[in-house]
C-alpha cells in the first residue's frame, strides 16, 4: 500500500508547522515543506523568500514555486510514498494558488496547471487548513520578516480568502480554527485527521 500524503496549509502565523511536526511524529511519516524540501529547492527557496530579490515577477514566482514542487515530488515525495511510509508536507499547490493565483493576481487557472504539471499526478489525500485572520497571524510572526511576510494586510487577506474558498470547493480540504490554543487546535488537527487512519 503506497503511504498517505497530508498536508498542511494556512497563512503566515497560523501554526502550521507545528502541527505538520506533531502529526508527522505521531504516524512516522516524513515531514517536509514547500518551498525547500530538497537541495536544489533549498536554494529556490532562498530565491523565492530573500528580501534581497528585488523585481521578481509573479509569473517568475509562480514558475519557481511549481519548479521547487517538481523537484520536490519527484526526488523526494513519490519515492516516500511508493514506499509505504506517509508524507506530511508544509504547504503544497493550494499555497500557489492562494500566493501567486490570488496574492499576486495571477488567478488559480493560470496558476493550477503549472502544480498539475509539477506533482505529476501526486495529489494530497487530505489538506488540513489552518484559518487565522491575516492580521492575528502576522502579529504572531517573529524575527526576520521575509519576502512574503512583507507584503501588505490586504495581500494576506486576499491570500486567506483564496484558501477558504478552496476549501470549500475541495472534499480533501478540512478547516480547523487556529485562533485557539495551541491545545485546541492539536485537538480539531487530530479530529480532522480521524478520517485518514
Ligand atoms: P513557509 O516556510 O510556510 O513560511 P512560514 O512558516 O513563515 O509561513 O512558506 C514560505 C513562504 O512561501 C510563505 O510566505 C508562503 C510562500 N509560498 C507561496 O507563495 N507559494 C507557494 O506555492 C508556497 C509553497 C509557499
Known amino acids: 500500500m503506497t503511504g498517505r500524503l497530508i498536508v498542511f496549509e494556512g497563512g503566515e502565523g497560523s501554526g502550521k508547522s507545528t502541527q505538520a511536526a ?10 517536509t515543506r514547500q518551498p525547500g524540501g530538497t537541495e536544489v529547492g533549498a536554494s529556490i527557496r532562498e530565491l523565492l523568500l530573500s528580501t534581497n530579490t528585488v ?16 523537484q520536490h515530488v519527484e526526488e ?20 500557489s494558488i492562494a500566493y501567486q493565483g490570488a496574492g499576486r493576481g495571477l488567478g488559480a487557472e493560470a496558476v493550477l496547471p503549472l502544480s498539475l504539471f509539477a506533482v505529476d499526478g501526486v495529489l494530497p489525500d487530505l489538506v488540513v487548513l489552518l484559518d487565522v485572520p491575516a492580521d492575528i ?14 507584503q ?46
Not at 513519490?78 to 499555497?95: E, H, I, K, M, N
Open 22 to 31: 506533531r502529526i508527522a511524529a505521531d504516524r512516522n511519516a516524513l515531514l
Open 55 to 70: 523585481g521578481l515577477s509573479a509569473r517568475a514566482e509562480a514558475l519557481l514555486m511549481a519548479a521547487d514542487r517538481a
Open 76 to 95: 523526494l515525495i513519490a519515492p516516500t510514498l511508493q514506499s509505504g511510509r506517509d508524507v506530511v508536507c508544509d504547504r503544497y499547490f493550494g499555497s
Open 137 to 150: 497571524g502576522l502579529a504572531r510572526s517573529v524575527g526576520d520578516v521575509d519576502r512574503f511576510e512583507a
Open 152 to 197: 501588505d494586510l490586504a495581500f494576506h487577506e486576499t491570500v486567506r480568502a483564496s484558501f477558504l474558498e478552496q476549501a470549500d470547493a475541495n472534499a480533501t480540504w478540512v478547516v480547523v480554527d487556529a485562533t485557539g490554543s495551541l491545545e485546541q487546535v492539536a485537538t480539531a488537527v487530530d479530529a480532522a485527521l480521524g478520517s485518514l487512519s
